[in-house]
């Protein structure tokens, strides 16, 4: 195996390097979170470590190498049962919590960066071992690192991150009560007893709408779990102005029926509209919340679909 | 997120309308004498048992757990 060695812990290192530089693009999933980090990045390093080894081992015709990888993958699968036992736990006492949907969401992909990372490390000790053996080590180290900044372009490009600006148009709408209903235009939210309460939302609300750009981003916001998670990261970002015993002051995302447009209501704990705006815009649109009624037949008969997005 | 998840934890509602009301039900059922009593009895309410009041518009208030 010592013709191998430099090989492996060239590309199991580049391996985790490159965890590290995906894992750092999702920081808003988790704002603060120092050991939450290093188990993921050990994790990473664990994942780089298999694929890097696993090209050797073909070569040296050690095919049980093989099954290794199938044992990881069961370890990357209870990493993603933790992850969302975790987060499902703490979420239960959240303020405003971040909803099945979205916990379902994080877990599912610090899984499959597990794997990411073990098919670009495979990618790796595959071109160091085809093509630069024979190259000094300084040059094998460089085009090695170089291969890894294109696989980190690569990825983002291959795996975009979806955003609510992607969409739907988003716009400031007008708070507004009719009796102890409180609106968004023309969106109802709920119904107020408490006179206390609705002062505080005339005074500090705000309120904004949310225009679908097709049936399909129609279809996909409709779901209640996306919608929590909107809600979560307005709540996050701008601060809310809510304790456990006020349940009245709970941020909250409704759906017209009618126009299929959502309306956003909450009081910030900074009451800057811009801020709101830009924490929706780039609210994650959930891959368990996407739909696309448009691919089918029948969604294309719909009297409400336009081949291009409005 | 069922409807039975909710429940109607009590009932304000002012002497005038206190008609409406025909037995407890579900949750005990408060008198107010004026609309300032009913709102400071349901703020108290919702704030201890963490339920949300609504406005039933006819002089009740119902405190409900979502």
């Known amino acids: 195996m010592r013709p191998y060695f430099f090989g492996i812990v060239l590309t199991a290192s580049l391996g985790g390097i490159l965890r590290l530089l995906i894992l750092r693009s999702d920081y808003r999933q988790y704002p603060t979170y120092p050991h939450g980090y290093i188990s993921h990045l050990s994790m990473g390093f664990v994942a780089a470590a298999l694929g890097a080894v696993a090209w050797p081992a073909l070569l040296e015709e050690e095919f049980v190498a093989v099954t290794f990888l199938a044992m990881a993958a069961q370890q990357f699968r209870e990493i993603r049962n933790l992850e969302r036992e975790s987060l499902a736990s703490l979420d239960i006492i959240e303020l405003v919590p971040r909803g099945r949907h979205y916990i379902e969401g994080i877990a599912r992909t610090f899984e499959a960066r597990n794997y990411i990372i073990i098919a670009c490390t495979l990618t790796l000790s595959a071109i160091d071992l085809t093509f630069l053996q024979s190259q000094t080590i300084f040059l094998r180290i460089v085009i090695l690192g170089v291969v890894t900044v294109l696989i980190y372009f690569f990825i983002n490009f291959v795996f975009p991150d979806k955003r609510l600006e992607d969409l739907a148009d988003i716009r400031l709408g007008k708070v507004h009560f009719q009796g102890p209903n409180v609106f968004v235009d023309d969106i109802h939210f709920m119904n107020i007893g408490l006179e206390e309460a609705k002062e505080e939302y005339l005074n500090k609300a705000l309120g904004l709408v949310i225009e679908p750009k097709d049936i399909d981003a129609s279809a996909t916001l409709a779901n209640p779990g996306q919608r929590q998670a909107v809600i979560h990261i307005c709540a996050k970002l701008l601060g809310v102005y809510k304790d456990v015993d006020t349940p009245e002051f709970t941020p909250l995302m409704r759906r017209h029926i009618k126009s299929g447009n959502l309306g956003v209501l909450i009081i910030p704990g900074s009451g800057d509209p811009q801020a709101l705006i830009a924490a929706v815009k780039r609210s994650p649109v959930l891959e368990g919340a996407m739909a696309k009624p448009s691919k089918s037949f029948a969604g294309r008969e719909r009297e409400d679909y336009h081949d291009t997005p409005r | ?66």
């Open chain 2, 1 to 66: 997120m069922t409807p039975l998840d909710k429940v109607i934890l009590a009932t304000v509602v002012l002497v005038e309308a206190s008609q409406y009301v025909i037995s407890g039900g579900s949750g005990p059922v408060y008198v107010a004498k004026d609309v300032k009593e009913q709102q400071q009895i349901a703020m108290y309410l919702s704030r201890i048992t963490g339920g949300m009041v609504h406005d039933m518009e006819n002089g009740m208030l119902i405190i409900v757990r979502h």
